[in-house]
Structure formats: structure tokens, C-alpha cells
């Protein structure tokens, strides 16, 4: 069994910043990947940043220049530092892990969601 535990969420007035954290648990032999989505109200869940376990960063091009992905291997930690926030972030963010567990088995898990809520 995995679990991924999400933080960091919260109420921002706009212009502010949050950091979210995700820590992964479990039975993991390995992690690739690690990323945030987001849901916004009436809204798809759509991919905000990802990151390699190489360090490669991928991001939404709503997010590039005010939120940083980075992970920390040796906790099995993913972060969203998010910066200049602004109304329209205001989303559930999920985190997403690409990993092999330790049967060895290539597992993709979600987590339950934080909310951040970008007050104008």
C-alpha cells in the first residue's frame, strides 16, 4: 500500500504565496515522476507542474514564472512553491506519483486534494 499526504493549502489574498507539500509512504521500491494537477469548479483536472526523478520540470504555461516544482528523493517529498497568486489558481490541487512499488510493479497514485483559495 502507498499513501500520499498533501499540505499546504489554504486561503490567499491575491498576490500571496503558498507552498504545498505531498509525502509518499508506503511499500515503494522507486518514484519516477511526481506532479500537482488541479480541478477548478466546473473545470477538467489539468496538469499544473511535473517533475523527473532526473529533476526535468514540466509546467502549465498559466503557472511558468510564479510556481516552482521540486522534490526531495530522500523523503519522497514533492513541492508546489506557488507565488503572485492570483484568483484564477483558485483550484483543488492533487498530487500525482509515478512510482514502482515494491513488487515491482509500475503504480500511479493520487492524492485526496488540497484546496487553495485566491481571494481578488
Known amino acids: 500500500q502507498v499513501q500520499l499526504v498533501e499540505s499546504g493549502g489554504g486561503l490567499v489574498q491575491a498576490g500571496g504565496s503558498l507552498r504545498l507539500s505531498c509525502v509518499a509512504s508506503?511499500?515503494?521500491?522507486?518514484?519516477?515522476?511526481m506532479g500537482w494537477y488541479r480541478q477548478a469548479p466546473g473545470k477538467q483536472r489539468e496538469l499544473v507542474a511535473a517533475?523527473?526523478?532526473?529533476?526535468?520540470?514540466n509546467y502549465a504555461d498559466s503557472v511558468k514564472g510564479r510556481f516552482t516544482i521540486s522534490r526531495d528523493n530522500a523523503k519522497n517529498t514533492v513541492y508546489l512553491q506557488m507565488n503572485s497568486l492570483k484568483p484564477e489558481d483558485t483550484a483543488v490541487y492533487y498530487c500525482?506519483?509515478?512510482?514502482?512499488?515494491?513488487?515491482?510493479?509500475?503504480?500511479?497514485?493520487w492524492g485526496k486534494g488540497t484546496l487553495v483559495t485566491v481571494s481578488s
Open positions: 500525482n506519483v509515478d512510482l514502482v512499488n515494491s513488487d515491482y510493479r509500475a503504480m500511479d497514485y
Open positions: 508506503g511499500s515503494i521500491f522507486s518514484i519516477n515522476s
Open positions: 517533475i523527473t526523478s532526473g529533476g526535468s520540470t
